[in-house]
């Protein structure tokens, strides 16, 4: 089925050129995985970084375990200037919305600027979508393969493009692209609980405090057992979401059972020891159905929208830690966990399905590319016609005007940054860092007196 690179044998085609465009640490190991996963074979893969606020640290790359040809950090503008320089085949946009949005403009008048041939843009979410769907998925639009990560993910998309009269074609399902690992076959001695923390859910200290709580009763209620937090970053590091309160921070000072750490690194690792994975709402929970870990999404601060846990609603997965304590152990709903296109892994699945999932992308891009005409022209649904109140604003963020062109004042030439420039950078990093994490809580507490 993939015996053709892009229309051409693969023995004597050159390895596919991709480019993954990424904010994040998260969207980074989503946005390079995908282009390994979708690509027909093993493909060139240059790595760009946009610049901002969550841009990752080697280590949180070095985590991903992907490693790029190369890798930089651009504006957007900087981005567009090489796109329009450099020949690529695929372009992976591991973005939020607006970001994705910006660069497909931009990337639309690249193109009919310079007349070069596009590459296939391919974009989607690094996880369980449980707000702004809508918002999200328009912004993401023009796109010519919007992935899904699963059955029920595609119809919600294709309902939505196809309410507001939009192409619903590039709706593409899939599965995450970071599932996998060694199926889970019994318990580990000692028998391990993980709690996967989550940068922004819940969002307040008292709430954090108390899961930290619960969790530290947990460890003391069963001393025989080792108890892990594993955490997302590590102090001065930023993810994909604001951590006002890191546990680290609400840990400091208490008197910890032995049995309890506090742990970073390769989230597969550390499911490689799990017997039990207890979270609000975080995409490991994917990642542990998968394996057919024993997981647990929590209940004790209420099933609600806000948390993101109510889109595990019928899976079976949803218990309190007081039920935990107890001993109770979930039972999955199979046909939940089917829709969500995590089942794959289990040891009773056979071992081709996972990667049968990326099929249809990989057959899709092959298409696109195999066309003597290329890709066709890029039309987002959002235009300066459809939404002049939105995009440019949209755009502006990203230096660029309502026709995709880049307004004045917008950065300059492209390149490595001076050690000024690396110095700036990371002292303005570390003030913004300082204001969310400090002055930012201490301000919200003034004034809720």
Known sequence: MLSTVFGVPASTANPPRIAVLADSDTRWKWGALTATRTAPSAPVLDGFLLRGRATPT??????????????????????????????????????V?????????????????????????????????????????????????????????????????????????????????????????????????????????????????????RLVRHARLHPERDVLLKLRSKPGEHTTHIEELPYQKLARGLDLPPNLRLVYGHMGEVLDRADLLV??????????????????????????????????????????????????????????????????????????SYDDAFVPARERIAELLGSPAGPPPLTPYYTPATAPGYLPGILARHHLAPDGSPLPGAPAAAGTPGPVRRTVRRAARGVYRHGVQRVAPVIRRMGEL
């Open 58 to 95: 080697p280590r949180q790359l070095a985590e991903v375990g992907v490693r790029a040809a190369s890798l930089r950090e651009v504006t957007a503008v900087e981005f567009l200037r090489v796109m329009a320089d450099t020949p690529y085949d695929v372009l992976v946009l591991a973005l």
């Open 97 to 213: 919305g607006g970001s994705v949005q910006a660069v497909l403009h931009g990337l639309k008048r690249v193109v009919e600027n310079g007349g070069r041939r596009r590459p296939v843009v391919v974009t989607g979410y690094v996880g369980v979508v449980y707000e702004k769907l809508a918002d999200g998925l328009l912004l993401r639009h023009g796109a010519d393969l919007v992935l899904a990560n699963s059955r029920q993910d595609a119809e919600r998309f294709r309902a939505v493009y196809e309410g507001v009269g939009a192409d619903a074609s590039a709706v593409t399902e899939v599965a995450l692209p970071f599932l996998g690992g060694t199926p889970y076959t019994g318990e580990h001695d000692p028998f391990t609980v993980v709690f996967a923390a989550q940068p922004s859910v819940p969002g307040n200290r008292a709430d954090r405090a108390y899961l930290l709580d």
């Open 279 to 352: 979270t609000v709402s975080s995409t490991a929970a994917l990642e542990s159905l998968h394996r057919r870990i024993p997981t647990v999404v929590l209940t004790d601060l209420g099933v609600r929208e806000t948390l993101g846990n109510h889109h595990f609603v019928g899976s079976g997965c949803l218990a309190s830690w007081d039920q935990l304590d107890a001993g109770h152990r979930p039972d999955p709903d199979e046909d939940w966990v089917a829709r969500q296109g995590v089942a794959a892994g289990g040891p009773s699945s056979d071992a081709g």
